[in-house]
């Protein structure tokens, strides 16, 4: 698991917020693209500085809608090079 979170977590955090949104192999498995996981590792990030997911995710889709800090290490569109998490 290349982003440190554990299978159970990325599939719940999926279910309940909608957050990755990988795209699927014809075999059915998630494939995270860059942007997916600079979104897990920022999510990773704020809640090991003890900001619950609900709160992290509400503060990551303001700073997407504003267009702020993040467009430096968030890239705000896929570069189509999906990767296994």
Request: net charge neutral; hydrophobic share 25%; glycine share 6%.
């Given at each position: 698991v290349r982003t440190g979170i554990s299978g159970a977590v990325l599939r719940a955090w999926e279910r309940r917020?909608?957050?990755?949104?990988?795209?699927?192999s014809a075999q059915g498995y998630r494939l995270y693209s860059e942007r997916d996981m600079v979104i897990l590792h920022w999510l990773s990030q704020a809640t090991a500085k003890g900001i619950n997911i609900s709160q992290a995710i509400q503060e990551l889709n303001a700073l997407i809608a504003q267009n702020e800090a993040l467009n430096i290490?968030?890239?705000?569109?896929?570069?189509g090079h999906p990767t296994t998490a």
């Open positions: 917020y909608g957050v990755p949104s990988p795209n699927r290490a968030l890239p705000l569109h896929d570069t």
